[in-house]
């Protein structure tokens, strides 16, 4: 079977009670539940409170929905009444940079109100974003939208370098394709990173991804079909991107100076405590950590941290 000729004009789903839920939908979403249980494990790993990322969730997912939404209406033009319209929204209309946007000023938020370092908290978060930008991706393929420029070279006609668009009856280069895998690939080493890496300063993944992420939408905006970069006289993912480039370099110049100048090397520290998770930062102040195989600081500092069953013997 061929996989390119799997899709039809009308996007496929699944219908309940003659209400049609789109594969786009149940891909979204798969990718937010792979994203909840990323983040949650790292939160554990990186020496925080797994509950403290439930409350993240809660608060800053619903952010990031509004926001993904209203930076595609407000930059595509979209008339005021349409932005939440039912009809408007299941034809369409989301923005991954509005996601950003939004859901960075809900962390932060949060990260004020919980005195949390924000920082530390953005690089488990980011990996999960990655992932599940990378896993939303193949939204774009059952939509067959967010490609490239027509592929006249017979030749390339096939999946993974090319997708056949059946509502313009061509080939087209398989954009959506190429960003899903330099994004998971981007969430692999980072999740490494977040796991192994215990040491000063927090923000690397942080900085990263903006890096990362601004680069790859920097290369992709440009080549993309006309009809799927928003804005009309101002391209504004395309801006967005380079801004969020040209901000994650800086952050990542300005993070490795201050450590190097404070602690006395870019990575870690020669003058005092060489880790950036030592603390461990609870959800709520009757919250204690306790030795666990995935908390990387209690394989570190093993003494600090007293055994689950002792703590339920206490209690």
Same mark, same amino acid.
């Given at each position: 079977m061929?996989?390119?000729?799997?899709?039809?004009?009308?996007?496929?789903?699944i219908?309940?009670?003659?209400?049609?839920?789109?594969?786009?939908?149940?891909?979204?979403?798969?990718?937010?539940?792979?994203?909840?249980?990323?983040?949650?494990?790292?939160?554990?790993?990186?020496?925080?409170?797994?509950d403290?990322?439930?409350?993240?969730?809660?608060?800053?997912?619903?952010?990031?929905?509004?926001?993904?939404?209203?930076?595609?209406?407000?930059?595509? =033009?979209?008339?005021?009444?349409e932005?939440?319209?039912?009809?408007?929204?299941?034809s369409?209309?989301?923005?991954?940079?509005?996601?950003?946007?939004?859901?960075?000023? =809900?962390?932060?938020?949060?990260?004020?109100? /919980?005195?949390?370092?924000?920082?530390?908290?953005?690089?488990?978060?980011?990996?999960?974003?990655?992932?599940?930008?990378?896993?939303?991706?193949?939204?774009?393929?059952?939509?067959?939208?967010?490609?490239? =420029?027509?592929?006249?070279?017979?030749?390339?006609?096939?999946?993974p370098?090319?997708?056949?668009i059946?509502?313009?009856?061509?080939?087209?280069?398989?954009?959506?394709?190429?960003?899903?895998?330099?994004?998971?690939?981007?969430?692999?080493?980072?999740?490494?990173?977040?796991? $192994?890496?215990?040491y000063?300063?927090? =923000?690397?993944?942080?900085?990263?991804?903006?890096?990362?992420?601004?680069?790859?939408?920097?290369?992709?905006?440009?080549?993309?079909?006309?009809?799927?970069?928003?804005?009309?006289?101002?391209?504004?993912?395309?801006?967005?991107?380079?801004?969020?480039?040209?901000a994650?370099?800086?952050?990542?110049?300005?993070?490795?100076?201050?450590? /190097?100048k $404070?602690?006395? $090397?870019?990575?870690?520290?020669?003058?005092?405590?060489?880790?950036?998770?030592?603390?461990?930062?609870?959800?709520?102040?009757?919250?204690?950590?306790?030795?666990?195989?995935?908390?990387?600081?209690?394989t570190?500092?093993?003494?600090?941290?007293?055994?689950q069953?002792?703590?339920? /013997?206490?209690?």
């Open positions: 061929d996989i390119n000729n799997l899709l039809a004009f009308e996007p496929p789903g219908t309940i009670f003659g209400f049609k839920i789109y594969a786009y939908a149940i891909i979204i979403v798969c990718g937010m539940v792979a994203a909840f249980f990323v983040i949650s494990l790292l939160f554990k790993r990186r020496n925080m409170s797994p403290l990322f439930l409350t993240f969730f809660c608060i800053c997912l619903p952010i990031a929905i509004v926001t993904t939404r209203l930076f595609y209406c407000i930059t595509d =033009g979209l008339p005021i009444k932005w939440f319209a039912l009809s408007s929204i299941r369409g209309g989301l923005s991954i940079v509005g996601g950003i946007i939004g859901g960075a000023a =809900g962390v932060a938020g949060v990260c004020f109100f /919980k005195k949390v370092n924000f920082l530390r908290v953005g690089d488990c978060i980011v990996v999960g974003l990655l992932l599940a930008q990378s896993i939303g991706r193949w939204g774009n393929f059952a939509n067959q939208e967010v490609y490239g =420029g027509i592929v006249t070279n017979e030749s390339l006609h096939f999946f370098i090319s997708v056949y059946e509502d313009v009856a061509e080939w087209h280069y398989a954009f959506f394709f190429y960003e899903s895998m330099v994004t998971l690939t981007a969430a692999a080493l980072m999740f490494l990173n977040a796991w $192994k890496n215990p000063k300063p927090n =923000g690397i993944n942080t900085a990263l991804y903006f890096v990362v992420y601004g680069l790859t939408r920097s290369i992709m905006e440009p080549l993309r079909d006309k009809s799927f970069i928003l804005g009309d006289s101002v391209p504004w993912s395309m801006v967005m991107s380079i801004c969020m480039l040209v994650g370099l800086a952050a990542l110049f300005v993070l490795l100076f201050l450590n /190097k $404070k602690e006395g $090397k870019l990575i870690g520290s020669l003058r005092g405590e060489p880790y950036g998770i030592s603390e461990y930062i609870a959800d709520n102040k009757n919250e204690t950590a306790y030795f666990n195989k995935i908390n990387i600081m209690c570190i500092y093993p003494e600090k941290y007293p055994k069953e002792k703590k339920e /013997k206490e209690k």
